[in-house]
């Protein structure tokens, strides 16, 4: 493969076949997103159904320590598989968005298993917030508008969960989660599955 | 008829891995193998040619006792992609 009377217009077209390929083989199938929307959704749907039956207490602290981390070390895990199978280099980018994402994670974890106390109410809203941001930088950042949509919203919701009853908290994760993780997640999915027919 | 075009770039191995290297800045020697799917042989060549022309700078290491050539764009690289695509768009719509 070497030629060197390559056209102007073949010297394009190889130019952004080229990109094309290269990106695609960094592109997320929003596998996470669904993946860390659904434990996000079943934690506070748990949540809400022990807090019904009076068990909140006993089991709140238990699915907080123990789907999170799964979650966190399922991600951990696929990444790297992902990378090594795909022989993917770490770019700047996805330097970014991986470290953002770890970071954010454990500022959460440690803000609910330390902090817990000293956010009070605000807890919930602030969570949310902090996921918008995500998932906006990351909708950006591939540019994929529904992730981008979803993360706007998330944000909204986070600050609309100030202005309501703090019983109402779990209902504004859950539906934080369908909005901004789920449905984008979902969507994202369908997306490549397109591109790769 | 292209005299005007960088001869560095305006070579089929060589304008792929640059653009390779313009979408992640630094890519290691199995990727670009991999992305081209080029043999090892012409890549190792065609990556000391740009090397030598100071576009790109390489870097030996090793991972988990494997050789890891790691090669990544230089800012003089960057600027001659981007001048070689002006260039190319100007052949195209010459006004």
């Not at chain 1, 217009?9 to 076949?17: A, H, P, Q, V, Y």
């Not at chain 1, 807890?123 to 992730?147: D, H, N």
């Not at chain 2, 740009?50 to 960057?78: C, D, H, M, W």
């Amino acid at each position: 493969m070497d030629k060197n009377n390559l056209t102007p217009e073949e010297s394009l077209l190889l130019i952004s076949k080229t990109i094309e390929e290269t990106k695609q083989r960094f592109q997320e199938n929003g596998h996470i997103l669904v993946l860390w929307g659904s434990i996000t959704f079943l934690v506070f749907f748990l949540q809400y159904f022990f807090s019904l039956t009076g068990l909140y207490k006993k089991f709140d602290i238990i699915w907080t320590c123990i789907l999170f981390p799964l979650g966190a070390i399922y991600t951990f895990v696929y990444v790297r598989g992902k990378e090594k199978k795909n022989n993917i280099p770490k770019t700047i980018l996805g330097r970014i968005i991986g470290t953002m994402g770890w970071v954010v994670g454990m500022n959460i974890m440690i803000l609910a298993l330390v902090f817990k106390d000293h956010l009070g109410n605000a807890m919930a809203p602030i969570f949310l917030i902090l996921f918008a941001l995500q998932i906006i930088i990351v909708g950006v950042s591939i540019k994929f508008k529904p992730l981008i949509i979803g993360g706007i919203l998330l944000n909204l919701i986070g600050f609309g969960t100030f202005l309501v009853h703090p019983k109402y908290y779990g209902f504004s994760l859950m539906l934080g989660s369908l909005v901004g993780f789920i449905i984008p997640g979902i969507l994202l999915n369908i997306a490549k599955k397109k591109e790769n027919v | 008829m292209f005299n005007d075009l960088d001869p560095i770039l305006h070579s089929q191995l060589r304008l792929s891995i640059v653009s390779i290297l313009m979408t992640t800045g630094e890519a290691n020697f199995s990727f670009i193998k991999d992305t081209t799917k080029a043999a090892a042989g012409n890549i190792s060549i065609q990556i000391n040619k740009l090397q030598e022309a100071g576009y790109i700078n390489v870097v030996k290491s090793f991972k988990n006792n494997y050789p890891n050539t790691t090669i990544a764009l230089t800012s003089k690289g960057r600027e001659a992609f981007e001048t070689y695509v002006n260039d190319l768009k100007k052949y195209i719509n010459p006004k």
